[in-house]
């Protein structure tokens, strides 16, 4: 008689949680039938951002954290100091191309806490300068004191390969800096929109894919300017790093480059992808020279794409992040 009483009384606590879960699943079909409320949205009214938070003018109700990291990221990228009057009290006018960062870790570690209907506004991090064209030299590589790398990638030609490039980078969490020449990007301001607004750098690589060795400094500041315009026009975003095309580099293209707000960014590690190697040795090539600080050269093209899943899973396996090339510049910044 116990026992039957004891089971007898399991079952009617399973009974009550049945009816419970039922009725909450019925409840939420309620809602989304009768009120129009998706399930995605109730998850997002509970786990998400408060409702009504405003983020610099954008409202951020029900964004996930991964959201948010993106969203700052892109805020971060198109920042400038001298059009942020919320901000406008750090701009030095004795140092000349001032400019400032953003903490994206604490940007989002404040939305996240702010109150329902809150504005909430970015945290700078500290004041970055750009290039002083008096010092200005080529950067090839960053040095810092952790293990993170940026994958500069020159596109010029072709767009065939730049979306399977990018479904890699979502899966491994890298992001990466496009050199975009400006004749290619005029002709897919579509593709150039999709990178920007997955979180990848936007960078120059001049207007035309011309040699600039023997230029002069007029022809390399328009050369310069002109895609940063174009560029601007279609992201929103102010470039900041020049690839010269062909790798070709001098004092007076260093110097042209900073005179227009551009550090000049070569790199210490070369996949030479565009002679088509193999896969195998794509890989080769960068986890044999890969060191905290590297810039990585790559193009969209097929045997890149195919190496791209082995390279990260490398990299990671040995502690590194594959980040944008100004955060490598800003984080050694940041350590001086």
């Not at 064209?133 to 940026?150: E, G, N, S």
């Not at 010029?156 to 800096?177: H, K, N, Q, S, V």
């Not at 060795?213 to 279609?234: M, P």
């Not at 005179?259 to 080769?284: A, C, F, K, N, R």
């Amino acid at each position: 008689m116990r026992l039957l009483r004891r089971f007898g009384c399991r079952f009617v606590v399973i009974r009550l949680e049945l009816v419970l879960i039922y009725s909450i699943l019925l409840l939420m079909l309620v809602l989304q039938v009768g009120l129009g409320v998706s399930y995605d949205k109730l998850l997002r009214a509970f786990n998400g951002v408060p409702r009504g938070v405003v983020f610099e003018g954008r409202d951020v109700s029900g964004r996930y954290r991964d959201e948010l990291y993106d969203l700052v990221q892109r805020y971060a990228l198109d920042f400038d100091l001298e059009s942020a009057s919320a901000v406008a009290a750090l701009y030095d006018s004795s140092v000349d191309h001032a400019a400032a960062a953003i903490d994206v870790e604490a940007t989002v570690q404040r939305i996240l806490k702010a109150q329902p209907g809150s504005y909430v506004t970015a945290v700078i991090a500290r004041e970055v300068q750009r290039p002083d064209p008096r010092t200005a030299t080529d950067i090839r590589r960053v040095d810092i004191d952790h293990k993170a790398v940026a994958f500069a990638v020159n596109v010029a030609w072709g767009d065939e390969y730049i979306e399977p490039m990018l479904d890699l980078f979502d899966r491994y969490d890298a992001r990466a800096t496009f050199f975009f020449v400006g004749t290619w990007a005029r002709s897919r301001p579509d593709l150039v929109k999709v990178i920007a607004e997955a979180g990848h750098e936007i960078a120059n690589h001049g207007y035309e894919h011309v040699h600039v060795s023997n230029a002069s400094a007029t022809t390399i500041k328009k050369l310069v300017q002109d895609n940063q315009n174009l560029l601007h026009s279609i992201t929103g975003v102010k470039t900041r790093l020049f690839a010269p095309p062909y790798g070709e580099v001098n004092p007076v293209i260093v110097r042209a480059a900073a005179e227009v707000g551009h550090y000049t960014i070569m790199w210490d590690v070369d996949t030479i992808d565009w002679q088509l190697p193999s896969p195998s040795v794509i890989t080769s090539r960068v986890v044999s020279k890969i060191r905290p600080g590297s810039i990585v050269l790559m193009h969209p093209t097929a045997p890149t794409v195919e190496a791209l899943s082995k390279i990260f899973e490398t990299l990671s396996s040995q502690g590194y992040r594959v980040v944008t090339v100004s955060d490598l510049i800003d984080a050694a910044q940041m350590q001086e």
